[in-house]
């Protein structure tokens, strides 16, 4: 008889999870279109290299656009799993009702949410940016591939592989 199967550590955990992560809302400057078939190709990309996870900011624009196109995938990589990560409750309030719209949407076909702040605070979308780094061991970037983007500089920092895409 084989012993039961041990649950998988968090670091086995993070070698297969990837975050996406974008500039600040409004700052891309590329047609949604073509950010869209980029995204798509890195998360096949992703993949195709072992990553089954992805975790996604559930900000408005890229964040959100890549959440719904692993939901998609999920039909050809049963596997897949998707985390929304939130800074703090109620983030999305003040979003106009066609964004409001997709993040529900997609909230819904999330298999796990983790919010990182109990409430509003100015370091939140900073602490829920670093949580994200911190349970993925790789990180798909869209903006201006600044490094002095927080998010870039603290996956750099911690040694974790980042893929530019041009927003």
Request: include cysteine.
């Amino acid at each position: 008889m084989s012993p039961p199967n041990k649950p998988a550590s968090e670091e086995e955990l993070r070698k297969h999870r990837c975050c996406i992560a974008s500039g600040v809302s409004g700052s891309v400057h590329r047609g949604e279109d073509d950010i869209k078939v980029d995204l798509e190709n890195e998360i096949l990309t992703a993949v195709k290299n072992g990553y089954t996870t992805f975790i996604t900011g559930m900000s408005r624009g890229p964040e959100i656009w890549a959440g719904n196109i692993v939901v998609r995938l999920k039909s050809r990589f049963p596997e897949l799993k998707l985390i929304a990560a939130l800074p703090y409750p109620a983030y999305e309030r003040e979003w106009d009702k066609p964004w409001l719209k997709k993040y529900e949407d997609l909230l819904q076909q999330a298999d796990y949410i983790r919010t990182v702040s109990p409430a509003e605070a100015p370091c939140a979308l900073q602490e829920r940016n670093r949580w994200m780094v911190d349970h993925s061991s790789f990180l798909i970037a869209v903006g201006d591939g600044r490094v002095s983007n927080p998010t870039i500089r603290y996956a750099k920092e911690n040694s974790i592989p980042v893929r530019f895409l041009q927003g």
